[in-house]
């Protein structure tokens, strides 16, 4: 037996992020499959397809069945993931204004073939109006791959949010990271800072970001306290005590935490964790509102995220988060119209 401080670095204990994976070495699983169905039912229902001949929208998700899962190993990811895809599709005939219907089938969509292989087939009910057929069958398929690039990607980004932890290695500056409107497109800039060490004792960044909303400060801030708004805006059940000492859990406890300071319409403080985060550690979330002429400005400040995480949680309260609002208050605002 080696003596202490000589064995394998991998397997001690002392220099564990977590106390439970050495630097990732260890084979870790994710089933993605609920979270998949979720996400493909997102990316392809809906998805508009125009051209000379006419007009087709995919419909339903008709026929889901698969399954899908992330695995770590060595402190790389490992995807698999497996779908037979059923989709329905209506369409007018542009010149005729006739009605059609059809079918959208992906037999195999696996990590066994790039999506530009994958076959997708398009079928249409006995009848006239096969230009729309044909039409789904070139830019309809083109659209429905672009879809599933999306799908792939959120799986790899989404999904996989705190799944690498943070090892002994992974020390290093902290990092700001600021993101501004700035005529209708998004930069970032980046500015080393102290590190930052909070709740179990491993390295940390700080996220600063900014967001305009076009909504005023108090409806944006009821998005985040109210359970009805949150449910709409992150798609799932949630646990929503907007009080101090309130309890928080979005995305099937992917995200939980606690509410730590309410000020109406202008401050919200939280404990903030993703659950596959190291036990115990909370990252400390800071949301300031403030009214700007017929928008808001939301500024975000997440101290405690643990470095290896850095890029997938920015990428989480963009996409999950601000992305999703926006959609939201859009939809609102159509409604009202």
């Known amino acids: 037996m080696a003596k202490w401080g000589q064995g ?4 001690i204990v002392e220099e564990r992020a977590d106390a439970t994976n050495v630097n990732n070495w260890h ?19 809906g998805l508009v397809v125009e051209g000379e001949a006419g007009r087709c929208e995919i419909g339903d998700l008709k026929h889901v069945e698969g399954e899908a899962s992330c695995n770590s190993r060595k402190g790389k990811l ?4 497996e779908w037979n895809l059923r989709l329905n599709w209506r369409g007018t005939v542009k010149e005729s204004g006739e009605k059609h219907k059809g079918s959208v089938e992906i037999p195999n969509l696996s990590e066994e073939n790039e999506v530009d292989d994958t ?7 006995k009848g006239e109006g096969d230009v729309l057929k ?17 799908y792939l990607k959120a799986l790899k980004t989404e999904f996989t949010l705190g799944m690498i932890l943070p090892t002994k290695a992974a020390v290093g500056q902290e990092l700001t990271t600021e993101r501004k409107p700035s005529g209708g497109t998004v930069q970032d800039s980046v500015t080393p800072q102290s590190l930052d060490m909070v709740g179990v004792k491993i390295p940390t960044v700080r996220l600063h970001m900014r967001e305009v909303f076009n909504s005023p400060a108090d409806e944006l801030y009821s ?31 992917c ?16 404990k903030w964790r993703c659950r596959s985060w190291p036990d115990e550690h909370y990252a400390t979330v800071a949301l300031n509102f403030q009214d700007l002429v017929a928008q808001s400005e939301l500024e975000l400040e ?3 995220v643990p470095v290896a995480h850095e890029e997938s949680t920015r990428q989480c309260w963009k996409k999950q988060y601000f992305e999703e609002i926006h959609i939201l208050l859009q939809q609102s605002k159509d409604n009202m119209e």
């Open 8 to 11: 394998d670095p991998r397997w």
């Open 119 to 125: 076959e997708i087939n398009v079928s249409k009910k």
């Open 78 to 81: 490992i995807f698999f993931y």
């Open 302 to 304: 997440c101290k405690g």
């Open 223 to 253: 998005i985040f306290t109210k359970k009805e708004l949150v449910q709409k805006f992150s798609k799932c059940p949630a646990v929503i005590e907007a009080e101090k000492g309130g309890k928080l859990q979005m995305f099937e406890g």
């Open 27 to 45: 084979w870790t699983e994710r089933d993605a499959t609920s979270w998949s169905k979720r996400k493909l039912k997102e990316v392809l229902e």
């Open 134 to 150: 044909d039409l789904m069958r070139t830019e309809g398929t083109t659209k429905v791959r672009e879809a599933l690039r999306d």
């Open 255 to 270: 995200v939980s935490g606690e509410y730590t300071e309410l000020v109406p319409s202008q401050r919200i403080v939280l």
